[in-house]
């Protein structure tokens, strides 16, 4: 499904670099949210957004920056880039929070060197 | 894509055998529950969900068990086929947010 789509698929960045993640979703779901997945430590919340121009900061924010100007739209960006935000990242969307779960997207793997 | 489950747990299964994934969740308060599956390379999709009034629900081959007394949740595959093969996350709401499990790393053997 192209209902929610993540960009790049693949990155790789520099120590210091500023990237944006890039996440579209073409259901006009309210809900919003961005996780990063990490070898034994599952899906972990970077932030959430309930709808345009509100967003929440989640377990692991530290380092990221989100916004929500369009609700179509929750770009996540990374200021500069640390080895340690070697990640997949997912963005998710849900019309109702957490009833009947998330759809997510296929992911963007971004490696720091 | 490579596979980010490498140190996961993992259960081997043979082909038309059933399949029992556990989780233990954290929060005696959670009042809703979701198991994801995630194929390499590819996003978690939904499988099933169950709210805390309901000690089992059934799908298409799923079934999911919620025992709240040990704070446990189970997902069962019956007759389990290669293409079950795949990371399975349990999740649990906290407030507005899912809070997910570490996953299990399910291997089909034919």
């Known amino acids: 499904d192209a209902g929610i789509t993540q960009s790049p698929r693949y990155k790789i960045t520099e120590t210091g670099r500023q990237v944006t993640l890039m996440c579209h979703q073409t259901?006009?779901?309210?809900?919003m949210f961005w996780y990063r997945q990490d070898l034994g430590h599952g899906l972990r919340l970077i932030y959430y957004?309930?709808?345009?121009?509100?967003?929440d900061k989640g377990e692991v924010p530290d380092g990221y920056v989100v916004s929500r100007s369009k609700t179509e739209n929750f770009p996540l960006t990374l200021e500069s880039a640390t080895r340690s935000q070697t990640s997949v990242y997912f963005c998710?969307?849900?019309?109702?929070?957490?009833?009947?779960?998330?759809?997510f997207g296929s992911g963007t793997r971004l490696t720091v060197v | 894509g490579e596979s980010v489950g490498l140190h996961l747990p993992t259960l081997s299964v043979q082909e038309g055998d059933n399949s029992i994934i556990n989780c233990a969740y954290s929060?005696?308060?959670?009042?809703?529950f979701i198991w994801y599956k995630q194929e390499s390379g590819k996003g978690p999709q939904f499988i099933i969900d169950?709210?805390?009034?309901?000690d089992k629900r059934q799908g298409q081959r799923v079934t999911v068990l919620l025992n709240k007394t040990v704070k446990h949740l189970s997902l069962q595959i019956a007759a389990t086929q290669p293409g079950d093969s795949a990371v399975y996350f349990c999740a649990e709401k906290n407030g507005n947010k899912l809070v997910f499990g570490a996953g299990t790393i399910l291997r089909v053997k034919s």
């Open positions: 259901w006009s779901h309210s809900y």
């Open positions: 957004s309930a709808a345009a121009d509100i967003t």
């Open positions: 929060n005696s308060a959670s009042d809703y």
């Open positions: 998710a969307s849900s019309e109702t929070g957490t009833l009947y779960g998330y759809t």
């Open positions: 169950i709210r805390s009034n309901m």
